[in-house]
């Protein structure tokens, strides 16, 4: 009977297992090394979310021709994920918190689909950075389509991980980044600097 209910419990264990996301934590994404540099970074990062970035929802596609907004922050959990990596990459970054007097501004893209019938999550993602006084780093995206079927309401993050993997490779290992390290990450002048994040918008509290 023992034997019995071992077996009976390692089918139910393949089971779950079966239905569980084979998609790696977000905190298992990590970035590539960048030649000649140990990372992080010594850089202040600030990650900026308006308010409708933050309140923004994910919609799921329940028909051919029906959609639905779910109760899923898209836009938080995007930055979530987003702060979560770029952590890997530079010594401190913040959502929303200009007082950390950061070196480096960046914006997120996210624009996740995931429809009933094929239970797939697709997205297109991205990160813009500048100078904290507003000088162009450079536009790196990236499109990622899940190999496995997927739960929206827990695979939204590991899937920003999965696809901001290699915007985020791409700014660490970009010349204008390698060109601010090699100047030692100057602060930007703080007038400047307090002008060019006042022309980005209201900076909403983030927690």
């Not at 590991?158 to 980044?177: F, I, R, T």
Request: glycine share 8%; proline share 9%; charged share 20%.
């Amino acid at each position: 009977m023992a034997g019995r209910n071992w077996i009976g419990a390692a089918l139910a264990a393949l089971l779950v297992a079966g239905c569980a996301s084979g998609l790696p934590p977000a905190a298992s994404v990590d970035p590539a090394p960048v030649p000649g540099v140990a990372l992080p970074f010594n850089a202040r990062v600030m990650i900026y979310m308006g308010e409708n970035d933050l309140k923004r929802k994910m919609s799921i596609q329940i028909s051919r021709y029906q959609s639905e907004e779910t109760k899923v922050l898209d836009g938080r959990i995007l930055a979530e994920t987003a702060q979560a990596l770029l952590t890997k990459g530079f010594r401190q970054v913040a959502v929303n918190d200009p007082s950390i007097r950061p070196h480096i501004v960046v914006r997120l893209i996210g624009r996740p689909s995931w429809s009933k019938q094929d239970t797939t999550l697709k997205i297109g993602c991205g990160i813009d950075a500048w100078t904290a006084d507003g000088v162009p780093l450079g536009n790196f995206v990236a499109r990622w389509e899940s190999p496995v079927k997927t739960d929206y309401q827990s695979d939204v993050g590991p899937g920003y991980a999965q696809c901001l993997k290699k915007p985020l490779d791409e700014l660490l290992s970009s010349p204008n980044l390698a060109r601010l390290a090699g100047q030692g990450f100057r602060d930007p002048h703080p007038k400047a600097a307090e002008e060019w994040l006042r022309s980005l918008g209201p900076i909403p509290a983030w927690q």
